[in-house]
Structure formats: structure tokens, C-alpha cells
């Protein structure tokens, strides 16, 4: 990688960091023994024939050791916490088997593939009723990213996610195989979920922390771990990094001001590095980044920190030199040339606490809000119209497409924003253009991704259709769920 500029920028707007909330509950340093970093395990197949892979995903309930002492009740997709990592190849046909252990319904969203609406992407109209499965299959057609899967039902997602259900994907393809980037997991490739969380006597209380413009936890962890360390047996590590908190905003740094370069973004592999040494990731977005620990020695200590808090420790170890560079050019993309004669398509987000609407309203089940035809590129301008107190940052994410930031305010998109991505954080007052495409169809949300917005109905629902292949798409309400009437 040719000489390049290193930014040391977090980019955003520092007036509306979630700090500046007047419930924001500031992260403290858990005064608690180091252990760890817990590497998610790689869910295996229960069957491979040919081309065809076979998955069983449970959630279910169990407990975990987090604090010293009692163990915490949590959720977990085969797993007590979080979940096994699900490693999917580009061009496979997925045959998943959902099953759901927990005492209420739930549902599986795949954030970030783009498989069809409403029901294989685990959104609302997909409910699993406890003791229940349901069957779903897609065959991929994506580029390598990092995803991750997290449950849907509204209006429980923000709880639900709370007490501990989600789990990283980590696609692959034939591209980004051939880069030169560390991929052993879980030895020089690792998934790092960021997440808060409250503790009462060692327990999760949703309800008493609940905040309706998100809800905040005082301690940190990753992957689960609170304190953890990951030993560094190699002079490149990948950190495919998740913020997969209800609320919190991650302004990530490293103790020593290390640099790192970002390659990759929610959708994929970016265009080219970018090198940083400040990182901020709102609700739902994802980073992959690559740190060069070659300027360190063995006993030394990084610690990956969000503002003034530690998150984790880098403790490096004995490493083989390795002086592979990257190249100024990564991946291709695609050129997406606005279809002629469309309209920009308008979209609002709009206020704080209970008052949060998208584009004036509250969700609706069974109301769809717009249609895009499947392969047409339609610019979208996204508005944080910012108007109550000093304003919010609205993590703004569509599901079944990725698009590419044009602009902010008409403005350059920051550096690091150059590739697909499915969320993107929109500033108070600000309105940021999108690209978007989609290329599978059915009925899609796009919402807020702090999840207690969504949860209290800034959603709307999108139709991707194709003209020459009408569908219908069949939606439930509330009450269907509720009632378990009108099944999907
Ligand atoms: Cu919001």
C-alpha cells in the first residue's frame, strides 16, 4: 500500500454523540478479573451435498459466567450468549432449520443478506412461536462481509437482542479469498461484538434500564466478555467488529493511538483502505479492520477503548515477521448509474423519545410505505430532521440491499464510507443520499436501528417487485401474530 493518509477522525458530529443524551449512562471500567476473549465457535453443517448446506439455529435460554459469582440467565443462538458464528459462501444454497427454545415468540434476521421479504429474512411477518421451528432456504448471492443475525419481532427486538441473541455471519467469495488479508478464524480473523449491558446482583432487568431512546448498559463487553484479552500470535489481526448494542455509539481507539486500516464495510470489501486511528460505529454497522501489531513486542498491552473506556486488551505475543502490504486497489464495484427519469425518494426521520416517527409515522404491519422494481437504482435522500432538544443520531438501515453514501448535506460521504453498506448513521439536521438497489424481491424494512426506536415504531416497509414475476406478499398484523391468526 502506497504512502497514505492516516485519519484521526471520528467524522460525525460531536454535538450529537450519545454521550451528549440526558440519559446517556456513561461506560465505566469493570472492576472485575481479566479473563479470555471469548471466540464465538464456527457452526458446523448438519449436511453438505454438493452445492446444498444444511443449518440448524436454535435460540434458546441458558447461563453464562460474565461476573464473578452468579452466573447471568441469557439468550444465545446454540449457545447460551450470542451465538455460533455462521461462515456462508457466496452461491451456496442455504437450507436453515429455525428453532425456537425461548418461552416467547421470536423471529431470525439475517442483517445484511439480501434474501427474500418478508419471511426468509426473519423480519416481523416470520414469528416462531416458542417450542416451534420454521424452515427457510436462499441461495447467496453476495459478496464477502461480515453480517450478523438478530432477532425481529415487533415489538420485542430491542429485549430480545438485550438478553443476549445475536450472532456474527461472516460470508465469503472467490474475491476476497484471494486478497492478502489474515482469515484464520479465530487465531488472526475475529468477529469483536460490542455490547452494553447492566447488571443487577449479576442479573440482566430490561425493564429497569429500559430507555425509550435506547437503552444503555454501564459495563462493556465483547463478545460477550467483560475484561477480555486475546492473545496475539500473529503480526496481523482482522477485527471484523460489530456494534451490536441496543443504543451505544462505539468511538473506538486504541490505548497507544495505534493505526489501523479499514477494509471493509457493512457490504463488503471497500473499494480501497482506508487508514484510521479513530473509528466510530453506530448501531448495527459493521468495520472490518486490519491492525499491524509489527511495531510491538512480546508482554506488551493494547487496549481497544470507546471513548475514555477499555474495551478489551491485545496482549502480544510471539509472531513471525510479516511484511505483507496491502494493495492501494481492493475490490471492484459495481456501477450503479441512477435508472433515468426516477425521482430522489424522500425519507424522514423525526424525533426523539416516544415522538419518533418515519416519515411522520408510526409502523404498520400490514401498510406498505413504498415500492422500488428489482434492479433499479434509485438515489434516496435520508433526513434527520432533528426537532426536539439538541438532537440524535439516527442509525438509518434497509434490509434485502445494500446502497452506497453519496453525500451528506451534499457534501463528500466520509473516507471510510466508499462501499456498500446497509446502515448508515445520519447526523441531526442532516440529510444524507443513498444509492439503492434491489435485486431480490419482497417486502422489506427499513427503520432506525437504535432498536428501541424501532421497537416503538420508526419502520416502514418497502416492496421490491418484478413486474415480469408479480407476487403477492402476504402480511401480517399485530394481532395476527398475537393471535396467531393469518400465518405465514
Ligand atoms: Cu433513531
Redesign the pocket.
Known amino acids: 500500500m502506497s504512502e497514505q493518509k492516516v485519519y484521526n477522525d471520528y467524522f460525525y458530529d460531536e454535538p450529537v454523540y450519545d454521550l451528549h443524551d440526558g440519559g446517556y449512562v456513561p461506560l465505566k471500567v469493570p472492576d472485575v478479573p481479566e479473563k479470555p476473549l471469548t471466540i464465538p465457535s464456527v457452526l458446523k453443517p448438519d449436511k453438505v451435498d454438493g452445492n446444498d448446506v444444511w443449518y440448524t439455529i436454535r435460540a434458546q435460554a441458558g447461563e453464562t459466567q460474565i461476573l464473578p459469582g452468579a452466573k447471568t440467565k441469557t439468550w444465545g443462538y446454540n449457545a447460551s450468549l450470542l451465538g455460533q458464528t455462521v461462515v456462508l459462501k457466496d452461491g451456496i444454497h442455504y437450507h436453515v432449520h429455525i428453532v425456537n427454545e425461548l418461552p416467547e415468540v421470536t423471529t431470525l434476521h439475517w442483517h445484511g443478506l439480501n434474501v427474500p421479504g418478508p419471511v426468509t429474512d426473519g423480519g416481523p411477518h416470520a414469528p416462531i412461536y416458542p417450542g416451534e421451528s420454521r424452515d427457510i432456504d436462499f441461495i447467496l448471492n453476495q459478496p464477502a462481509q461480515t453480517d450478523w443475525i438478530h432477532p425481529h419481532p415487533c415489538p420485542n427486538t430491542a429485549r430480545q437482542v438485550w438478553n443476549g441473541l445475536a450472532a456474527a455471519v461472516v460470508v465469503t467469495d472467490d474475491v476476497e479469498s484471494k486478497l492478502p488479508f489474515p482469515r484464520n478464524y479465530g487465531v488472526d480473523d475475529i468477529p469483536v461484538i460490542l455490547q452494553d449491558r447492566s447488571y443487577h446482583d449479576n442479573q440482566l432487568d430490561y425493564d429497569a434500564d429500559y430507555d425509550v431512546?435506547?437503552t444503555l448498559g454501564d459495563t462493556p463487553l465483547v463478545n460477550g466478555t467483560v475484561n477480555g484479552v486475546f492473545k496475539v500470535t500473529t503480526q496481523r489481526v482482522r477485527l471484523r467488529i460489530l456494534n451490536g448494542a441496543d443504543r451505544r455509539e462505539y468511538r473506538l481507539h486504541f490505548s497507544d493511538d495505534h493505526e489501523f486500516t479499514q477494509v471493509g464495510s457493512d457490504g463488503g470489501i471497500l473499494p480501497a483502505p482506508v487508514k484510521l486511528t479513530k473509528l466510530m460505529l453506530t448501531c448495527a454497522e459493521r468495520a472490518e479492520v486490519i491492525v499491524d501489531f509489527g511495531d510491538h513486542k512480546p508482554g506488551d498491552r493494547v487496549q481497544l477503548m470507546s471513548d475514555d473506556v477499555p474495551l478489551m486488551t491485545f496482549e502480544i505475543g510471539k509472531f513471525e515477521p510479516d511484511s505483507t502490504q496491502l494493495p492501494d486497489h481492493l475490490v471492484d464495484l459495481a456501477d450503479w448509474e441512477p435508472t433515468p427519469g426516477l425521482p430522489v425518494e424522500k425519507t424522514v426521520?423525526s424525533g426523539m423519545d416516544d415522538e419518533?416517527r418515519l416519515d411522520g409515522k408510526l409502523f404498520d404491519m400490514q401498510r406498505i410505505d413504498r415500492k422500488q422494481k428489482l434492479g433499479d437504482v434509485v438515489d434516496w435522500d435520508v433526513t434527520n430532521t432533528n426537532d426536539m432538544g439538541s438532537g440524535?443520531i439516527?442509525?438509518f438501515h434497509m434490509h434485502g440491499c445494500h446502497f452506497l453514501v453519496l453525500s451528506r448535506n451534499g457534501k463528500a460521504p466520509y473516507p471510510n464510507e466508499h462501499g456498500y453498506k446497509d446502515v448508515v448513521g445520519v447526523n441531526a439536521g442532516e440529510t444524507v443520499r443513498i444509492r439503492v438497489m434491489f435485486d431480490v424481491p419482497g417486502v422489506f424494512m427499513y427503520h432506525?436501528?437504535?432498536l428501541e426506536?424501532?421497537d416503538t415504531g420508526?419502520m416502514a416497509q418497502i416492496e421490491a417487485y418484478d413486474p415480469d414475476h408479480p407476487q403477492t406478499f402476504h402480511l401480517l398484523s399485530m394481532d395476527d401474530v398475537n393471535n396467531r391468526t393469518n400465518q405465514n
Do not use: F
Open positions: 431512546d435506547g426521520m419518533v440524535m439516527h442509525p432506525c436501528h437504535i426506536h424501532e420508526m
